[in-house]
């Protein structure tokens, strides 16, 4: 039982991500799902919600309009779609299933020039 990220990444300003959480073990869809990004120096910041009732989405206020936290069940899979990346989105981004307590090993995210 366990979760996966991937899709991190080097990119500009203003580019685009799509990072990837693949579940085994246990059926996702069943769970809510977080993501949370922690950069050097500061705390962990939760990103996005994707609620198991009703597919409900929540987003951090610094992240609202440009992430997007999405799941494909025939994949098991939840992702986090990140456009206009900013500087300041440079972090290790992590998926979490809260109620089972799981939590990937990271994917790190690098906004540059």
């Known amino acids: 039982v366990q979760v996966a990220e991937s899709g991190g990444g080097l990119v500009q300003p203003g580019g685009s991500l799509r990072l990837s959480c693949a579940a085994s073990?246990?059926?996702?869809?069943?769970?809510?799902m977080r993501w949370y990004r922690q950069a050097p120096g500061k705390e962990r910041e939760l990103v996005a919600t994707?609620?198991?009732?009703?597919?409900?989405?929540i987003y951090a206020d610094s992240v609202k309009g440009r992430f997007t936290i999405s799941t494909d069940n025939a994949k098991n899979t939840v992702y986090l779609q990140m456009n206009s990346l900013k500087l300041e989105d440079t972090a290790v981004y992590y998926c979490?299933?809260?109620?089972?307590?799981?939590r990937g090993q990271g994917t790190q995210v690098t906004v540059s020039s």
């Open positions: 073990g246990f059926i996702l869809s069943r769970y809510d």
């Open positions: 979490i299933v809260p109620t089972r307590g799981l």
């Open positions: 994707f609620s198991s009732v009703g597919g409900t989405t």
